[in-house]
């Protein structure tokens, strides 16, 4: 069983791969999210146009519907591992992390923050960072940034029932 700090009014973020049978909380792995930004800005993709040099202005072609851009979304997580019998905290601290870069390595998921009530699914690891880290005889902890780009930012989803579903 991971160790998790006790957080006040801390709410889960979840993660779905399709081959996965339900959404699993990444305090599974004994992380937990520090930061959450989600975007507050959309980026609509560049429009057909035309520039015609005898003319003034360009031509656009302006859809119906405009398409948005994906985006790169980073999350801050921090893991610590006490040492038990048996077990360091560096050999557990490596177990769960390990465990949790497998997860999110085995192509597309969906992504549900509790805390904004908000997510996005076809989304994908795109890069790790570790920031910090410390490992003494009693304890290990370590704080990384996990980027993921969110390759579907129109769809919307929600959580139910374990779940992360798209809207229809």
């Known amino acids: 069983m991971p160790y998790i700090p006790t957080i006040r009014d801390y709410k889960p973020f979840y993660i779905e791969a399709e081959r996965d049978s339900s959404a699993w909380d990444t305090t599974t792995y004994g992380m937990v ?12 993709k560049e429009l ?3 520039d015609w040099k005898d003319e003034h202005g360009d031509d656009e072609y302006v859809p119906y519907s405009m398409k948005l851009k994906s985006f790169d979304y980073t999350i801050k997580f921090f893991v610590k591992t006490l040492a038990t019998v048996g077990s360091s905290p560096i050999e557990k ?76």
Do not use: C
């Open 33 to 44: 999210a520090q930061t959450q930004p989600f975007p507050g800005v959309m980026e609509v």
């Open 93 to 168: 601290l490596n177990e769960q992390y390990n465990g949790f870069m497998d997860k999110l390595l085995h192509g597309e998921f969906s992504i549900w923050d509790s805390w904004q009530e908000r997510g996005y699914r076809k989304v994908r690891l795109s890069k790790v960072s570790i920031e910090e880290r410390d490992v003494t005889d009693e304890s290990a902890w370590m704080l990384f940034s996990v980027t993921m780009k969110v390759n579907d930012p129109a769809t919307q989803v929600y959580y139910s029932n374990n779940h992360i579903l798209a809207s229809s």
């Open 48 to 50: 057909y146009k035309n």
